[in-house]
């Protein structure tokens, strides 16, 4: 019992600690994105909200050194990955990265350092 109480509370902790959102109106796909994040990657993620030519694009940074960026729509369908290790392998089209206007952080990993 003791064993399922501290079991219980270690993952109420952990889901509540280990991120934050600053839009609780985020999509719900970006989840899958957020449980990857804390189970998988070095602290420092963050989903960040930008527009471009008047849509708004949300971008997912893993804060892996040399691992490419997504960036998707409203939806979660991609638009293109940047960065990484191979610059050949990004396919955002010419101007869209220059283009991106900042809006907000909508998630920070929040983990402790």
Same mark, same amino acid.
């Given at each position: 019992?003791?064993? &399922? +109480? $501290?079991?219980?509370?270690?993952? #109420?902790?952990?889901?509540?600690?280990?991120? %934050? %959102?600053?839009?609780?109106? #985020?999509? =719900?796909? !970006?989840? %899958?994105? $957020?449980? *990857?994040?804390?189970?998988?990657?070095?602290?420092?993620?963050?989903?960040?909200?930008? &527009?471009?030519?008047? =849509?708004?694009? *949300?971008? *997912?940074?893993?804060? #892996?050194?040399?691992?490419?960026?997504? !960036?998707?729509?409203?939806? /979660?369908?991609? $638009? /293109?990955?940047?960065?990484? !290790?191979?610059? %050949?392998?990004?396919? /955002?089209?010419?101007? !869209?990265?220059? +283009?991106? $206007?900042?809006?907000?952080?909508?998630?920070?990993?929040?983990?402790?350092?």
């Amino acid at each position: 019992m003791m064993k &399922t +109480n $501290i079991l219980i509370i270690s993952v #109420i902790l952990v889901a509540f600690f280990g991120c %934050s %959102s600053n839009d609780e109106n #985020i999509p =719900e796909c !970006f989840q %899958s994105f $957020i449980d *990857f994040v804390n189970e998988r990657t070095p602290r420092g993620a963050t989903i960040d909200k930008f &527009t471009f030519n008047g =849509e708004v694009v *949300f971008g *997912f940074n893993t804060n #892996i050194p040399d691992a490419q960026g997504a !960036f998707v729509d409203e939806s /979660c369908k991609t $638009i /293109c990955n940047s960065g990484g !290790f191979d610059p %050949s392998l990004s396919d /955002c089209d010419e101007g !869209f990265l220059e +283009n991106l $206007i900042f809006v907000e952080t909508v998630w920070k990993d929040t983990r402790a350092r």
